[in-house]
């Protein structure tokens, strides 16, 4: 359970209606196979299993109720060596009424009982004819020889080694309805939502039943666990598929199909979801559950390392779905573009002034311009890009500059910097052999300065084309490239840059534009202050000097928006982008980088704390107005030093 992971299980045993000694056998069987071969903590079986849930007026039993709650007794005793919590279906004589219950066990012990409390009565479903509604108040009741036993809605099962696992039930058609008991149990703490269902197979249902875990799992800030009846049920006039589901904070994790394996297994991060709702102001919960009016009982479980399973994303600002990348990225350049257009109407001005470099963030500006331009009905020759050859302007980048402005339609501008560069090496003093910060950031700041007074020239404004990642790294020379009138890029971390610029080659119709955009996308990822090789080749390349870009931004997203410990974000970029993944990065470098990361992050927050204006596109992003605020001499010496023991 380290890290906030828990293994869980939800199961669909092979029931026999109304032989509760062979359910139970089969319940232990699943529950037992759940917790020695997959590691589960926690095990959901499904509604009424240990009596089967198309019993029909066989409930009105005794013979039947009466095995079931020996079933029960039988089924705490055969897992009281399972280090799990295991919730299973049953019925309960509780007062002269019967009730739907999930049992919640946990070494040996009935820890409570959670009756169902919406009783469906419509269409196929005639419940109310065996059962009745669950009360929401807890009180304690003798069941099955075991005494002082909780019985209600209001329950919460919380364990006592890992305190962001707080368990709630709700049982099948609970979820269905306008108000589901989860959301009183989720304002009460519960992380985790269980349900115990009997959900029957009609054509267009397991869509449905889908989108309500997933659709709840995200409005609770939740994991929901559904485990559902399948083989074995009755068929006399329903049948059941076993579509069991696991998912988290809308994120489908794990399920079974229809009528297939009726098993799923997968890990949950609580500790995430706890994080989230911290950060979520308007979540709404109680200070305590007792202030809820709910009765927590805890059980322990062994701690224990967590072996993944579950997909953790090894890029999460890029959808690996084609299709899905295919929306994003034009949901993305439409923020762009909408946004550049609603600032540049507002300023009352037909000029944007974008230096081009032949590098992927400035050719994605480019890019945005001209559609806002078209959004606006402007000329684009309007769009004023300026190309700005310098010590390390290559011959590649320079061309794909000049055709890519050309191609779009905007004037393009062409300014050499070095004599200007030169004479302010000279009024400094500076040896212009000596190929230091200064050499490299007079030549940015003369860009700056260039696109600047053109701007001022045309009445134009000057569009920003540094992204989020280079932001995050404070990869930008200080009021050079770090600033302008608007940023366009600031939200877009460079592996989704490379995204946007092939699918705007893959839709347009010129061949010209997708050629130079395929070149620009071919070409090494650098700012051209160093001086060509020999060969006129780039010289510089950032990825080198920083670390790859695939790294960073897997490093970027763990900590801004999940916030996860620098351990934590170590082992999930082992996972997801260590040795055996097609990434391949090894533990080394995967440490070397992240300590770059946490290095860089924190120095170079003054660069953060003046960002110009520019759109936020994800749901990451660095704006002081916005979503970080942080203070420019904050110490990264608490990150750095839980780095200090890994990789040893």
Request: proline residues 4%.
């Given at each position: 359970?380290?890290?906030?992971?828990?293994?869980?299980a939800?199961?669909s045993?092979?029931?026999?209606?109304?032989d509760?000694?062979?359910?139970?056998?089969a319940?232990v069987a699943?529950?037992a196979?759940?917790?020695?071969?997959?590691?589960?903590?926690?095990?959901?079986?499904?509604?009424?299993?240990?009596?089967?849930?198309?019993c029909?007026?066989?409930f009105?039993?005794?013979?039947?109720?009466?095995?079931?709650?020996?079933?029960?007794?039988t089924?705490?005793?055969?897992?009281?060596?399972l280090?799990a919590?295991?919730?299973?279906?049953?019925?309960?004589?509780?007062?002269?009424?019967l009730?739907?219950?999930?049992?919640?066990?946990a070494?040996?012990?009935?820890?409570?009982?959670?009756p169902?409390?919406?009783?469906?009565?419509?269409?196929?479903?005639?419940?109310?004819?065996?059962?009745?509604?669950?009360?929401?108040?807890v009180?304690?009741v003798?069941?099955?020889?075991?005494?002082?036993?909780?019985f209600?809605?209001?329950?919460?099962?919380a364990c006592?080694?890992l305190?962001?696992?707080?368990?709630?039930v709700?049982?099948?058609?609970?979820?269905?309805?306008?108000s589901?008991?989860?959301?009183?149990h989720?304002?009460?703490?519960?992380?985790?939502i269980?349900?115990?269902?009997?959900?029957?197979?009609?054509?267009g249902?397991?869509?449905?039943r889908?989108?309500?875990?997933?659709?709840q799992?995200?409005?609770?800030?939740?994991?929901?666990?559904?485990?559902?009846?399948?083989?074995?049920?009755?068929?006399?006039?329903?049948?059941?598929?076993?579509?069991?589901?696991?998912a988290?904070?809308?994120?489908?994790?794990?399920?079974?199909?229809p009528?297939?394996?009726a098993?799923?297994t997968?890990?949950?991060?609580?500790?995430?979801l706890?994080?989230?709702?911290?950060?979520?102001?308007?979540?709404g919960?109680?200070?305590?559950?007792?202030?809820?009016?709910y009765?927590?009982?805890?059980f322990?479980?062994?701690?224990?390392?967590?072996?993944?399973?579950?997909?953790?994303?090894p890029?999460?600002?890029?959808p690996?779905?084609?299709?899905?990348?295919?929306?994003?990225?034009?949901?993305?350049?439409s923020?762009?573009?909408?946004?550049?257009?609603?600032?540049?109407?507002?300023?009352?001005?037909?000029?944007?002034?974008?230096g081009?470099s032949?590098g992927?963030?400035s050719t994605?500006?480019?890019?945005?311009?001209?559609?806002?331009?078209?959004?606006?009905?402007l000329?684009?020759?309007?769009?004023?890009?300026?190309?700005?050859?310098g010590?390390?302007?290559t011959?590649?980048?320079?061309?794909?500059?000049?055709?890519?402005?050309?191609?779009?339609?905007a004037?393009?501008?062409e300014v050499?910097?070095?004599?200007?560069?030169?004479?302010?090496?000279?009024?400094?003093?500076?040896?212009?052999?000596?190929?230091s910060v200064?050499y490299?950031?007079?030549q940015?700041?003369?860009?700056?300065?260039?696109?600047?007074?053109?701007?001022?020239?045309?009445?134009?404004?000057?569009?920003?084309?540094?992204?989020?990642?280079?932001?995050?790294l404070?990869?930008?020379?200080?009021?050079?490239?770090?600033m302008?009138?608007y940023g366009?890029?600031?939200?877009?971390?460079?592996?989704?840059?490379r995204?946007?610029?092939?699918y705007v080659?893959?839709?347009?119709?010129?061949?010209g534009l997708?050629r130079?955009?395929?070149?620009?996308?071919?070409?090494p990822?650098?700012p051209?202050?160093l001086?060509?090789?020999?060969h006129?080749?780039?010289?510089?390349?950032?990825?080198?000097?920083?670390?790859?870009?695939?790294?960073?931004?897997?490093?970027?997203?763990?900590?801004?928006?999940?916030g996860?410990a620098?351990?934590?974000?170590?082992?999930?970029?082992?996972?997801a982008?260590?040795?055996?993944?097609?990434?391949?990065?090894?533990d080394?470098?995967?440490?070397?980088?992240?300590?770059?990361?946490?290095?860089?992050?924190?120095?170079?927050?003054?660069?953060?704390?003046?960002?110009?204006?520019?759109?936020?596109?994800?749901?990451?992003?660095?704006?002081?107005?916005?979503?970080?605020?942080m203070?420019?001499?904050?110490?990264?010496?608490s990150?750095?030093?839980?780095?200090?023991?890994?990789?040893?």
């Amino acid at each position: 359970m380290q890290d906030g992971f828990v293994k869980v299980a939800a199961r669909s045993p092979k029931v026999s209606v109304a032989d509760v000694h062979a359910n139970v056998d089969a319940c232990v069987a699943e529950a037992a196979d759940a917790v020695r071969s997959d590691g589960a903590k926690l095990v959901v079986l499904p509604e009424l299993c240990v009596t089967g849930y198309t019993c029909e007026d066989l409930f009105w039993q005794d013979e039947l109720l009466d095995a079931a709650e020996r079933g029960l007794r039988t089924l705490a005793e055969r897992t009281t060596v399972l280090d799990a919590l295991v919730l299973v279906g049953i019925p309960a004589r509780v007062n002269d009424k019967l009730y739907n219950c999930a049992a919640a066990l946990a070494h040996g012990e009935l820890l409570g009982l959670v009756p169902k409390r919406n009783i469906p009565n419509y269409n196929e479903f005639y419940e109310a004819r065996h059962f009745a509604a669950g009360p929401t108040d807890v009180s304690h009741v003798r069941f099955a020889d075991w005494e002082n036993i909780p019985f209600g809605t209001s329950q919460l099962f919380a364990c006592s080694t890992l305190l962001q696992l707080k368990v709630a039930v709700e049982v099948c058609e609970d979820l269905w309805v306008a108000s589901p008991p989860s959301i009183a149990h989720a304002q009460a703490g519960a992380t985790v939502i269980c349900n115990l269902s009997a959900s029957n197979a009609v054509v267009g249902k397991a869509d449905y039943r889908r989108e309500l875990v997933v659709g709840q799992s995200a409005r609770l800030v939740s994991a929901y666990v559904y485990a559902s009846a399948g083989w074995g049920e009755s068929t006399q006039d329903l049948v059941f598929s076993a579509h069991d589901l696991i998912a988290e904070n809308g994120v489908l994790l794990a399920q079974a199909s229809p009528f297939g394996e009726a098993a799923v297994t997968t890990e949950i991060d609580v500790a995430s979801l706890s994080a989230e709702r911290r950060r979520l102001s308007t979540f709404g919960c109680t200070p305590t559950a007792q202030d809820a009016g709910y009765e927590v009982t805890t059980f322990s479980l062994a701690t224990a390392d967590t072996r993944l399973t579950r997909r953790v994303d090894p890029h999460p600002f890029v959808p690996a779905n084609p299709a899905r990348r295919a929306e994003r990225c034009e949901d993305v350049l439409s923020i762009q573009s909408h946004g550049l257009a609603k600032r540049l109407s507002h300023t009352r001005s037909d000029c944007a002034v974008v230096g081009v470099s032949g590098g992927l963030d400035s050719t994605l500006a480019l890019l945005v311009c001209a559609r806002a331009f078209d959004i606006l009905g402007l000329d684009r020759s309007g769009i004023l890009a300026v190309t700005m050859p310098g010590f390390g302007t290559t011959d590649r980048t320079h061309g794909n500059a000049t055709v890519l402005a050309d191609t779009l339609g905007a004037t393009l501008r062409e300014v050499d910097i070095t004599t200007a560069v030169l004479q302010h090496f000279s009024d400094i003093g500076h040896d212009e052999s000596d190929h230091s910060v200064t050499y490299e950031n007079a030549q940015a700041r003369e860009r700056m300065q260039v696109l600047m007074d053109m701007a001022n020239q045309e009445g134009g404004l000057v569009v920003g084309t540094g992204d989020l990642s280079e932001l995050a790294l404070g990869w930008a020379t200080y009021n050079a490239d770090h600033m302008s009138m608007y940023g366009v890029n600031a939200g877009i971390p460079k592996t989704l840059v490379r995204h946007l610029v092939r699918y705007v080659a893959d839709i347009t119709a010129s061949d010209g534009l997708s050629r130079v955009l395929l070149d620009v996308l071919d070409t090494p990822v650098s700012p051209e202050l160093l001086p060509a090789t020999a060969h006129g080749t780039i010289s510089q390349r950032t990825e080198d000097l920083v670390g790859p870009y695939e790294l960073h931004d897997f490093f970027l997203y763990q900590v801004l928006r999940r916030g996860f410990a620098p351990r934590k974000v170590y082992r999930l970029a082992r996972y997801a982008l260590g040795e055996g993944t097609a990434a391949g990065y090894d533990d080394a470098t995967i440490l070397k980088w992240l300590r770059t990361f946490y290095r860089r992050f924190f120095s170079q927050q003054f660069k953060r704390s003046c960002l110009p204006d520019g759109p936020k596109v994800g749901s990451v992003a660095v704006s002081p107005r916005g979503d970080l605020r942080m203070p420019s001499d904050a110490c990264a010496n608490s990150w750095l030093r839980e780095l200090a023991g890994l990789g040893k």
